[in-house]
């Protein structure tokens, strides 16, 4: 694991494969670490340069105490700066599929590829169940409750900023067991490509070679 100072906060990040090779970054979901890509990240490596960070407010980098999707955004785009990468493939599960898209609206140059797993579009979200806290660690709890608020009412210019996503876009669904409707957000980014895998939400973990065999057609298209 290696340490950054980026934004503000210290980042703890995974760093696999040829530095000369092409960037791609995995982002993982809410209450996650760069421990849920295990085995994805090595199979990304054999061909880019894998960054793969703990978001604020989980495992080891900070709990800064707020958690704004756009400033996490920020966090991966000043991790790019430090390693000198003008763009990258990004990858994001849920939260991190958020994160995911931010970046790319917010920086449409730095973004050659886009995969978001799994991940709610920024619209008001109804019938969610309350969070409930419990004795769960490794992560912040006013992290959860932070981004909770922001799952449930989204700032009415996210989902307009979606129209300046420029990347080619793979959007993954976890189909009827999913608790997201991905396919709202494949139609609001331009282009979009969305693929189903009925798995619910950990597409990635309960659907590995069929995710894997998704993306890697998609980056290899």
């Known amino acids: ?108 140059g730095r973004v050659t590829r886009l995969v978001v797993e799994d991940t709610p579009p920024p619209e008001p979200m109804r019938d969610r169940p309350a969070l409930v806290e419990d004795g769960s660690t490794g992560f912040d709890w006013r992290m959860m409750h932070d981004t909770e608020r922001q799952f449930l009412d989204p700032d009415p210019a996210w989902l307009a900023g979606l129209d300046r996503i420029a990347a080619p876009t793979l959007v993954v669904s976890g189909g009827k067991a999913s608790p997201f409707r991905a396919e709202l957000l494949a139609a609001r980014i331009p282009g979009a490509r969305l693929v189903t895998i009925e798995a619910g939400h950990l597409v990635h973990a309960t659907e590995r070679e069929a995710f894997r065999r998704a993306v890697d057609d998609f980056l290899d298209g």
């Open 1 to 108: 694991m290696r340490e950054a100072d980026v934004n503000g906060i210290r980042l703890a990040y995974r760093e696999e494969g040829d530095p000369a090779a092409p960037v791609l970054v995995l982002l993982h979901g809410r209450t996650a670490d760069h421990h849920d890509w295990n085995g994805f990240t090595q199979h990304f490596a054999a061909r880019y340069h894998v960054l793969v960070p703990d978001l604020r407010g989980h495992g080891a980098s900070d709990f800064p105490g707020s958690y704004p999707i756009p400033e996490m955004a920020e966090d991966v785009a000043a991790l790019l700066d430090l390693h000198g990468a003008a763009s990258a493939v990004v990858i994001g599960h849920s939260l991190g599929g958020m994160v995911a898209y931010h970046l790319a609206m917010r920086h449409p």
